[in-house]
């Protein structure tokens, strides 16, 4: 497994601003995931933050809202932009290990970051 | 992508009790299928997952069974405790590959003493 740390734990912040979250691996990954958890519901990805290139954003989500870095293979943030109510949510970093099969890639999760947007 | 669906939603059950979740998929491609646990204020942790190569894989109370030609797949808890209550998550790789998944809608498992 890999030990994942995320900063802030948790923050509000008022509407209009924008909030960094920082996700921090203690061994270098390949795959660096963001997800989002809105209150009560299950997981949605975000996008994949490539290291050294432009992260690849799934349907609903852009940069411009949620710029996206991996200056290496440990670490990464993300931004959430331009604040309003609705961003409320849990953000999770994850990576991706190579399982025991060596064929299987299993993700592990970071704490969350649990934002609210007043 | 992937379309998971999970069953039930909510359930509870007696401490000692034994308890059931239920995933179901829709792309015969998938061949990993991962549940996660996820606490209070915590992240999802990855508790069991199941290749396709078996039908069925413990690990002490914990057990996971898949049914590929019905695409469903279950969690199984055994001699439940207050411990194990939280929500669980079943996922499915999409398109047959494992470097994204997509997440059941979640059970919330609560074991009453």
């Known amino acids: 497994s890999a030990v994942i740390s995320q900063k802030p734990s948790r923050d509000i912040c008022q509407r209009g601003t924008s909030l960094t979250i920082q996700c921090q691996v203690d061994s270098q990954v390949t795959m660096m995931f963001w997800y989002r958890q809105q209150p009560g519901q299950s ?12 992260a690849t954003y799934e349907s609903g989500f852009v940069i411009d809202k949620f710029p996206i870095s991996r200056p290496n293979l440990t670490f990464s943030t993300l931004t ?39 | ?6 069953h039930p939603s909510t359930l509870s059950v007696q401490e000692g009790d034994s308890a059931v979740i239920k995933c179901t998929y829709s792309d015969s491609a998938s061949n ?16 069991i997952d199941i290749r396709s190569n078996v039908g069925e894989k413990k690990d002490q109370r914990i057990a996971v069974t898949l049914n590929k030609t019905a695409k469903h797949f279950s969690l199984h808890i055994t001699e439940t405790q207050p411990e194990d209550s939280a929500v669980y ?13 997509t997440f059941g809608t979640g059970t919330k498992l609560q074991v009453i003493p």
């Open chain 1, 43 to 54: 997981l949605t990805l975000i996008a994949t933050a490539n290291q050294g290139s432009e």
């Open chain 1, 80 to 118: 959430v932009s331009n604040m309003s109510p609705e961003d409320s949510s849990i953000y999770l970093c994850s990576v991706e290990l190579i399982g025991d099969s060596g064929a299987y890639n299993e993700q592990f999760f970071g704490p969350g970051t649990r934002l609210t947007v007043l």
């Open chain 2, 89 to 101: 998550f079943c996922a499915a790789p999409w398109s047959g590959g494992y470097q994204k998944v």
């Open chain 2, 1 to 6: 992508g992937e379309n998971v669906e999970q």
């Open chain 2, 32 to 47: 990993y299928f991962p549940w996660y646990k996820q606490e209070l204020g915590k992240g999802p942790q990855l508790i």
